[in-house]
C-alpha cells in the first residue's frame, strides 16, 4: 500500500517529464535545432542525424529513454556515427528545417506529418530522411535500424 501511495504521489511528476530527463547523459546532444547546421556539422564528421519526436509522458518514449538509449552497444553506435536530437511535438521552441523557415517543435512536426511518438527520423548527409518509424523499439531492434541506416 505504501509503494502505491508513493507512485500515486510522483506520478504527476513523471507523467509530464521528457525523454531528456530520463536517458542516461549525453544521449541527446545539445542544439539550437537549426537542422540544416546540424546535418552539414554531423556530415563533416561522418555522423547522420537521428531525430526523436516525443511528447512529455509518453510512456513509450519513456522506456526507449530508461532501456534503449541505456543499452551499451545503442550508446556506443549513437556516440560513434549519430547525432540524436529530440524535438517535442507539443513544443515551442524555435527550429529552423532545411528550407530555411523558423517554426515552433509542434508546427514542424505537423509539416512533417508527424503524429505519433515516439517517431524516430533519421537523416541522411543532405537532410533527407534515409529510415522512418513510429513506436517502441527494444534495444536490439533499434541497434539493427541504427546499423542500417549508419553513414557509409
Known amino acids: 500500500m505504501r509503494a502505491f501511495l508513493i507512485a500515486w504521489l510522483l506520478f504527476p511528476l513523471l507523467a509530464f517529464a521528457g525523454v531528456t530527463e530520463y536517458a542516461p547523459k549525453g544521449t541527446f546532444s545539445e542544439s539550437f535545432l537549426i537542422l540544416a547546421e546540424d546535418v552539414r556539422d554531423a556530415a563533416k564528421a561522418g555522423r547522420r542525424v537521428v531525430l526523436f519526436f516525443e511528447q512529455e509522458g509518453c510512456p513509450a518514449c519513456l522506456k526507449m529513454a530508461r532501456t534503449t538509449f541505456a543499452d551499451g552497444a545503442v550508446a556506443e553506435r549513437l556516440r560513434q556515427r549519430f547525432v540524436l536530437l529530440v524535438v517535442d511535438i507539443f513544443g515551442a521552441r524555435e527550429t ?4 530555411g523557415v523558423a517554426r515552433s517543435e509542434k508546427d514542424l ?3 512533417l506529418g508527424i503524429t505519433g ?4 527520423m533519421i537523416l541522411d548527409e543532405q537532410g533527407k530522411s534515409a529510415r522512418q518509424f513510429i513506436g517502441y523499439r527494444d534495444a536490439r531492434a533499434f541497434q539493427a535500424i541504427l546499423d542500417a541506416a549508419a553513414p557509409k
Open 117 to 120: 511518438t515516439p517517431t524516430v
Open 109 to 111: 512536426a505537423k509539416r
Open 96 to 99: 529552423v528545417w532545411l528550407d
